[in-house]
């Protein structure tokens, strides 16, 4: 459903496509969570799996900065995955003030068990568009990020 604001042209327009950009995320988020349930996993719990998967070990700032998420937020995922095993924080020495996450070993079976399935669900959603259709929603979706990056800046 297009907004009904009445608006100047242009911020109907954005609007629109800004409405259309989060009901089509929301959807797919719809999608993937109960598959991420059923293996008592959440969004978040998984993207901090994923980028220490194929990221490495990295400071708790920096992992936020990779998931998209507030430190605090990223602070509560990581409390949750540590009590489960999944993870482990230590200090550094150098600067105590530093938190480095890094994946168990149990951290890392349950990641490379269940990301190959998420991808594959994400595949076949994102298969609605064709591969020219999904290089393009790539490419604009990193060009609007970008953009609001540099506003904020």
Known sequence: MPTRYRGTRDENRSL??????????????????????EEGLTHGQLGVLEVLLHGGGMCQRDLAGKVLRSTSNVTTVVDNLERRGLVRRARRKQD???????????????????????????????????????????RLCKKLGIAVQRQSS
């Open 16 to 37: 629109d496509a800004f409405i259309k950009l989060m009901r089509a995320a929301d959807s797919v988020y719809a999608e993937l969570g109960p598959a991420l349930a």
């Open 96 to 138: 105590r003030r530093v938190v480095d996450v890094a994946l168990t070993t149990k951290g890392r079976r349950v990641i490379e068990h269940v990301f190959p399935a998420h991808a594959a669900r994400i595949a076949r959603l994102l298969g609605a568009l064709s591969h020219v259709e999904q290089e393009e929603l790539g």
